[in-house]
Protein backbone atom coordinates (compact mmCIF):
# COMPACT_ATOMS: atom_id res chain seq x y z
CA UNK A 1 0.00 0.00 0.00
CA UNK A 2 1.15 3.76 -0.81
CA UNK A 3 2.11 5.66 1.88
CA UNK A 4 2.24 9.41 2.24
CA UNK A 5 4.60 11.26 5.25
CA UNK A 6 4.72 14.96 6.06
CA UNK A 7 7.10 15.13 8.97
CA UNK A 8 6.77 18.26 10.28
CA UNK A 9 3.15 19.01 11.42
CA UNK A 10 4.08 22.92 11.50
CA UNK A 11 6.08 25.36 9.87
CA UNK A 12 6.30 29.17 10.05
CA UNK A 13 8.30 31.48 7.78
CA UNK A 14 8.64 35.23 7.83
CA UNK A 15 6.69 37.50 5.30
CA UNK A 16 9.38 37.68 1.99
CA UNK A 17 11.25 34.51 3.02
CA UNK A 18 11.23 31.30 1.87
CA UNK A 19 10.31 28.03 3.22
CA UNK A 20 10.27 24.16 2.38
CA UNK A 21 7.67 21.42 3.28
CA UNK A 22 9.01 17.95 3.36
CA UNK A 23 7.35 15.05 2.00
CA UNK A 24 8.39 11.51 1.94
CA UNK A 25 6.28 8.74 0.39
CA UNK A 26 6.21 4.67 -0.34
CA UNK A 27 5.29 2.83 -3.55
CA UNK A 28 6.03 -0.06 -5.61
CA UNK A 29 4.49 1.82 -8.80
CA UNK A 30 6.73 3.08 -11.12
CA UNK A 31 4.31 5.67 -12.89
CA UNK A 32 2.22 8.16 -10.47
CA UNK A 33 1.66 11.67 -9.89
CA UNK A 34 2.40 13.97 -7.02
CA UNK A 35 0.40 16.73 -5.70
CA UNK A 36 0.62 19.74 -2.89
CA UNK A 37 -2.55 21.14 -2.03
CA UNK A 38 -3.34 23.78 0.02
CA UNK A 39 -6.33 24.21 2.69
CA UNK A 40 -6.77 27.70 4.09
CA UNK A 41 -8.99 28.07 7.31
CA UNK A 42 -12.21 27.70 6.10
CA UNK A 43 -11.60 28.09 2.87
CA UNK A 44 -12.01 24.63 0.24
CA UNK A 45 -8.59 22.90 -0.38
CA UNK A 46 -7.13 23.48 -4.16
CA UNK A 47 -3.92 22.21 -5.97
CA UNK A 48 -1.00 23.77 -5.66
CA UNK A 49 1.34 21.83 -7.94
CA UNK A 50 1.50 18.42 -9.26
CA UNK A 51 4.65 16.64 -10.92
CA UNK A 52 4.49 13.50 -12.79
CA UNK A 53 6.79 10.85 -11.68
CA UNK A 54 7.83 9.91 -14.79
CA UNK A 55 9.62 13.65 -15.41
CA UNK A 56 13.07 14.44 -14.50
CA UNK A 57 12.50 18.37 -14.24
CA UNK A 58 10.46 19.51 -11.28
CA UNK A 59 7.46 21.32 -11.83
CA UNK A 60 7.46 25.22 -11.09
CA UNK A 61 4.12 27.13 -10.24
CA UNK A 62 5.07 30.84 -9.76
CA UNK A 63 6.86 31.40 -6.24
CA UNK A 64 5.88 27.55 -5.93
CA UNK A 65 8.59 24.60 -6.85
CA UNK A 66 8.90 20.76 -5.80
CA UNK A 67 12.79 19.53 -5.44
CA UNK A 68 11.52 15.73 -6.64
CA UNK A 69 13.80 12.59 -5.27
CA UNK A 70 12.42 9.85 -7.21
CA UNK A 71 14.84 7.16 -6.12
CA UNK A 72 14.68 8.62 -2.62
CA UNK A 73 10.79 9.15 -2.68
CA UNK A 74 10.72 12.32 -1.59
CA UNK A 75 8.58 15.59 -2.74
CA UNK A 76 9.48 18.65 -1.24
CA UNK A 77 7.59 21.97 -1.63
CA UNK A 78 9.44 25.28 -1.24
CA UNK A 79 7.59 28.22 -1.41
CA UNK A 80 9.64 31.38 -1.71
CA UNK A 81 8.96 35.35 -1.31
CA UNK A 82 6.54 34.11 1.38
CA UNK A 83 3.23 35.83 1.58
CA UNK A 84 0.34 36.44 4.23
CA UNK A 85 -1.74 34.74 1.58
CA UNK A 86 0.29 31.83 1.70
CA UNK A 87 -0.54 30.68 5.68
CA UNK A 88 -2.51 27.55 5.05
CA UNK A 89 -2.45 23.37 6.16
CA UNK A 90 -0.76 21.79 3.06
CA UNK A 91 -1.48 18.21 1.94
CA UNK A 92 1.63 16.25 0.09
CA UNK A 93 -0.52 13.43 -1.95
CA UNK A 94 0.24 10.85 -4.06
CA UNK A 95 -1.91 9.08 -6.89
CA UNK A 96 -1.56 6.36 -9.25
CA UNK A 97 -1.78 6.54 -12.74
CA UNK A 98 -3.49 3.49 -13.57
CA UNK A 99 -4.93 0.58 -12.37
CA UNK A 100 -5.20 -1.38 -9.32
CA UNK A 101 -7.55 -1.33 -6.14
CA UNK A 102 -6.18 2.59 -5.87
CA UNK A 103 -7.14 4.02 -8.85
CA UNK A 104 -7.99 7.30 -9.06
CA UNK A 105 -7.64 7.80 -5.47
CA UNK A 106 -5.51 10.68 -3.36
CA UNK A 107 -3.72 9.04 -0.59
CA UNK A 108 -2.58 12.57 1.06
CA UNK A 109 -0.03 12.95 4.33
CA UNK A 110 -0.75 14.30 7.68
CA UNK A 111 -0.48 17.68 6.37
CA UNK A 112 1.74 20.70 7.52
CA UNK A 113 0.56 23.86 9.17
CA UNK A 114 2.11 26.58 7.55
CA UNK A 115 2.03 29.86 9.50
CA UNK A 116 3.15 33.42 7.64
CA UNK A 117 4.55 35.67 9.86
CA UNK A 118 4.34 39.66 9.26
CA UNK B 1 -17.86 30.36 -12.28
CA UNK B 2 -17.49 26.26 -12.89
CA UNK B 3 -17.41 24.86 -9.47
CA UNK B 4 -18.14 22.26 -6.67
CA UNK B 5 -21.52 23.37 -4.32
CA UNK B 6 -21.83 21.63 -0.97
CA UNK B 7 -25.11 22.71 1.05
CA UNK B 8 -25.52 22.89 3.51
CA UNK B 9 -22.09 24.26 5.25
CA UNK B 10 -22.99 23.67 8.72
CA UNK B 11 -24.91 20.56 9.80
CA UNK B 12 -26.44 20.09 13.06
CA UNK B 13 -28.05 17.17 13.92
CA UNK B 14 -29.01 15.23 16.67
CA UNK B 15 -27.00 11.56 17.92
CA UNK B 16 -28.71 8.78 15.41
CA UNK B 17 -30.96 10.96 13.78
CA UNK B 18 -30.28 10.12 9.67
CA UNK B 19 -28.74 13.23 7.97
CA UNK B 20 -27.87 14.03 3.97
CA UNK B 21 -25.16 15.98 2.67
CA UNK B 22 -25.67 17.38 -0.47
CA UNK B 23 -22.83 18.27 -3.54
CA UNK B 24 -23.28 19.58 -7.13
CA UNK B 25 -21.14 20.43 -9.02
CA UNK B 26 -21.12 22.46 -12.68
CA UNK B 27 -18.00 21.03 -13.98
CA UNK B 28 -19.85 17.82 -16.10
CA UNK B 29 -16.69 15.41 -14.43
CA UNK B 30 -17.19 12.07 -14.51
CA UNK B 31 -16.15 11.54 -11.24
CA UNK B 32 -16.87 12.86 -7.66
CA UNK B 33 -15.41 11.75 -4.25
CA UNK B 34 -16.28 11.88 -0.38
CA UNK B 35 -14.02 12.21 2.30
CA UNK B 36 -14.38 12.73 5.83
CA UNK B 37 -12.02 15.08 7.61
CA UNK B 38 -11.46 15.47 11.04
CA UNK B 39 -9.84 18.37 13.02
CA UNK B 40 -6.57 18.66 11.86
CA UNK B 41 -6.39 15.16 9.99
CA UNK B 42 -5.84 13.86 6.23
CA UNK B 43 -8.70 13.69 4.29
CA UNK B 44 -9.98 10.39 4.83
CA UNK B 45 -11.72 8.92 1.29
CA UNK B 46 -15.60 7.09 1.97
CA UNK B 47 -16.73 6.58 -1.35
CA UNK B 48 -16.35 7.56 -4.82
CA UNK B 49 -18.35 7.46 -8.26
CA UNK B 50 -17.39 6.91 -11.69
CA UNK B 51 -20.20 7.99 -13.58
CA UNK B 52 -22.86 5.54 -12.37
CA UNK B 53 -20.18 2.71 -10.46
CA UNK B 54 -20.16 3.34 -6.91
CA UNK B 55 -16.48 2.40 -4.95
CA UNK B 56 -16.72 1.92 -1.43
CA UNK B 57 -13.68 1.90 0.93
CA UNK B 58 -13.33 -1.37 2.35
CA UNK B 59 -13.42 0.59 5.56
CA UNK B 60 -16.22 2.73 5.06
CA UNK B 61 -18.57 2.24 8.01
CA UNK B 62 -22.55 1.08 7.01
CA UNK B 63 -23.67 4.16 8.46
CA UNK B 64 -22.42 5.98 5.07
CA UNK B 65 -24.05 5.70 2.01
CA UNK B 66 -24.19 7.84 -1.08
CA UNK B 67 -26.26 8.30 -4.34
CA UNK B 68 -25.57 9.72 -7.72
CA UNK B 69 -28.66 10.25 -9.33
CA UNK B 70 -27.31 12.64 -12.36
CA UNK B 71 -23.98 13.82 -13.26
CA UNK B 72 -24.45 16.88 -11.52
CA UNK B 73 -25.69 15.71 -7.86
CA UNK B 74 -24.40 13.59 -5.51
CA UNK B 75 -25.72 12.52 -1.56
CA UNK B 76 -23.92 11.53 1.54
CA UNK B 77 -26.13 9.76 4.00
CA UNK B 78 -25.58 8.81 7.57
CA UNK B 79 -28.28 6.79 8.58
CA UNK B 80 -27.43 6.52 12.12
CA UNK B 81 -25.25 9.35 12.81
CA UNK B 82 -23.04 9.20 15.88
CA UNK B 83 -20.71 11.33 18.20
CA UNK B 84 -17.74 9.91 16.18
CA UNK B 85 -19.10 11.41 12.53
CA UNK B 86 -18.72 14.86 14.06
CA UNK B 87 -16.63 16.40 11.21
CA UNK B 88 -15.92 17.80 7.98
CA UNK B 89 -17.38 15.75 4.71
CA UNK B 90 -15.50 17.23 1.51
CA UNK B 91 -17.11 16.76 -2.11
CA UNK B 92 -14.42 16.39 -4.92
CA UNK B 93 -14.54 16.31 -8.33
CA UNK B 94 -12.22 14.46 -11.20
CA UNK B 95 -12.84 14.67 -15.03
CA UNK B 96 -10.80 11.00 -14.78
CA UNK B 97 -9.85 8.71 -12.74
CA UNK B 98 -6.60 7.96 -14.38
CA UNK B 99 -4.00 10.25 -15.26
CA UNK B 100 -2.43 13.64 -13.07
CA UNK B 101 -6.19 14.95 -13.53
CA UNK B 102 -6.84 17.76 -10.57
CA UNK B 103 -8.99 16.97 -8.10
CA UNK B 104 -11.80 19.79 -7.49
CA UNK B 105 -12.91 20.28 -3.85
CA UNK B 106 -16.16 22.24 -2.41
CA UNK B 107 -15.66 24.08 0.66
CA UNK B 108 -17.26 21.16 2.55
CA UNK B 109 -20.35 20.80 5.06
CA UNK B 110 -19.24 21.19 8.57
CA UNK B 111 -21.40 18.24 10.70
CA UNK B 112 -22.19 18.39 14.30
CA UNK B 113 -23.83 15.85 16.59
CA UNK B 114 -25.51 16.55 19.75
Known amino acids: AQTVTQSQPEMSVQEAETVTLSCTYDTSESDYYLFWYKQPPSRQMILVIRQEAYKQQNATENRFSVNFQKAAKSFSLKISDSQLGDAAMYFC???????????????FGQGTILTVHP | DAMVIQNPRYQVTQFGKPVTLSCSQT?????MYWYQQKSSQAPKLLFH???????NEADTPDNFQSRRPNTSFCFLDIRSPGLGDAAMYLCATSPRLAGGYEQYFGPGTRLTVT
Open chain 1, 93 to 107: AYRISRGGTSYGKLT
Open chain 2, 27 to 31: LNHNV
Open chain 2, 49 to 55: YYDKDFN
